[in-house]
């Protein structure tokens, strides 16, 4: 089974931030597959599965938190158990944003993510391992204009000019996920 994790915050008012890319892409991966999203409270995630083939995890906990959404869903869904081992990580993709990468562009590499980016850090102090697959999702459109702190600027809405970019970015992101 192949599990893709899409890295933002919850909530409507996050939807279309940089920090949702992750979301976006998920969204768009749902969509491709003709699946749609359930809440599941209990392991504070939204989920959509397609037979065992695709299990598609959105946590609906904030950024910083979402280790524990995404190590209650893995145990809800048994695929691992509560000593995640390294080897069952290897089809585990995680889709989040990247201020070092420009917007329009990604990378998708193992065991290597940025270097400051709080979601990342829950998820690998609850999994305890950096080794599964990183979708870096570049969101920086501030051409070296750095005004506006990193971590305020994750928070903004794209703007308007860039939503093209966007939109062909989620696609050619789902599109290379799903192979």
Not at 102 to 123: A, R
Not at 136 to 152: F, N, P, W, Y
Not at 153 to 174: G, K, N
Request: glycine share 8%.
């Amino acid at each position: 089974m192949t599990i893709i994790i899409g890295l933002g915050n919850p909530g409507s008012e996050h939807r279309s931030t940089r920090h949702s890319i992750g979301r976006q892409v998920l969204d768009k991966i749902a969509a491709e597959l003709g699946i749609t999203f359930e809440s599941a409270n209990k392991i504070h995630s939204q989920i959509a599965r397609l037979s065992d083939k695709y299990l598609l995890i959105k946590p609906e906990t904030y950024m910083n938190d979402s280790g524990r959404a995404v190590v209650a869903t893995l145990s809800y869904f048994s695929e691992f158990d509560s000593t995640i081992r390294e080897q069952e990580l290897q089809n585990l993709f995680v889709v989040h944003d990247d201020l070092d990468i420009i917007l329009g562009e990604y990378k998708l590499q193992f065991g290597t993510g940025p270097k400051g980016h709080n979601g990342l850090l829950s998820l690998y102090q609850q999994l305890k391992t950096k080794q599964f697959w990183h979708m870096r999702v570049g969101v920086d459109g501030r051409e070296g204009l750095r005004t506006m702190a990193g971590s305020e600027y994750v928070l903004q809405q794209f703007l308007p000019t860039e939503r093209a970019i966007v939109a062909q970015l989620v696609e050619s992101a789902a599109k290379k996920l799903l192979g």
